[in-house]
């Protein structure tokens, strides 16, 4: 299992969601088309009618309007009672109003929810199972933290909203799970995944952690960390509409906090393995040291006109120099 392995991985879990939704939009789509009488779907809502003809003794037509399928009227009902949709709905509408709970509440969505959670678990206990630190089971038990919250969701789903009581109870459930994995995957990120509790932690996307601006903006980066993990994690497993601009903000936020997570996840990475931190005045200072062991007719065949040649060679010793001078201690 490769660092790139755990990079890719890690951002599967802000996936979870997405994996969800798929399930739940082929769901309600197959439902609908084994469900529902096919001319509903060659025909708007209310517009179909039909024309039967009058008894024999009555030489006339008029037209009757079917009733619309079994599945689109409970679902019509049910949105005219909260105020929402009315009969003239389009029916696109209506059957996803009448197949998205039961298949959001089903247990084919808990498994997609937990996928992601259950790969990243799988490489947790192989690279165990390979090098014996105790930190991988550490990392594995983060993840497996996720589980519980995918049960919560999963009952809280399933719980009957007219038992207030028994909603109450699954609310406090789906919480409590959601405190608990939040809080496990944030503090993992501040000392293993970033590092920055480690002595003589040194800084390459802000600069220098010595400055109150770079600490400051670590913070609020951090309290963004927090605040978006807790909110993720309700907003995943809990039943929240598929569907609007809310939703799409807050996911457009998931993206935001996993694009930092990542910055200072390499960052951390780079850092802690030792690889120097070479600025654009290290590489100046060993390319001019460099150009003075060169002599006149290396300047002339390389048309140089600064006197500074530089030679892949005779920057090796300054690199171990500088790579010696920046590990962290």
């Known amino acids: 299992v490769t660092f790139w392995h755990v990079i890719v991985a890690d951002f599967a879990t802000s996936l979870a969601k997405a994996l969800g939704d798929l399930q739940v939009t082929t769901c309600v789509a197959a439902s609908a088309v084994l469900a529902e009488p ?41 949105a005219k009672a909260r105020g929402g949709p009315s009969l003239a709905t389009s029916w696109d509408e209506l059957l996803f109003e009448r197949y998205n709970k039961p298949c959001a ?25 390979e090098t014996r630190e105790r930190k991988n089971l550490v990392n594995a038990l983060k993840y497996l933290s996720a589980f519980p919250l995918v049960a919560a969701g999963f009952v809280q789903k399933r719980t009957d909203p007219t038992d207030l009581a028994a909603v109450a109870r699954a609310r406090a459930f789906l919480v409590a799970a959601a405190v608990v994995n939040s809080s496990f995957s944030f503090g993992w990120d501040v000392v293993m995944d970033w590092g920055l ?50 939703t799409f903000a807050l996911e457009a936020a ?16 780079y850092v802690a393995h030792g690889y120097p931190v070479v600025s654009q005045r290290d590489i100046r200072k060993a390319v001019h040291l460099s150009g003075k062991q060169k002599t006149g007719p290396a300047r002339a065949a390389t048309g140089a006109d600064d006197g500074i040649v530089a030679d892949p060679q005779s920057l090796e010793p300054l690199v171990q120099r500088l790579d010696t001078s920046h590990a962290p201690a």
């Open 38 to 78: 096919a001319p509903f779907f060659f025909s708007a809502y209310g517009a179909a009618q039909s024309v039967s003809p009058s008894h024999h003794h009555h030489h006339h037509h008029h037209h009757v309007v079917r009733p619309p399928p079994p599945g689109v009227a409970v679902a019509a009902a049910a």
């Open 197 to 246: 509790l480690k002595p003589k932690r040194r800084a390459i996307v802000l600069g220098n952690l010595s400055h109150i601006g770079v600490v400051l903006t670590y913070v609020a980066l951090l309290a963004f960390n927090l605040c978006m993990r807790f909110a993720w994690a309700l907003a995943v497993f809990s039943h929240i509409s598929s569907y609007g601009a809310g």
């Open 254 to 269: 998931e993206v935001a906090r996993r694009t930092v997570w990542a910055i200072f996840r390499i960052e951390w990475e």
């Open 105 to 129: 509440s089903s247990v084919a969505n808990a498994v997609f929810l937990a996928l992601p959670y259950y790969c990243r678990l799988g490489q947790c206990l192989r690279v165990y199972s």
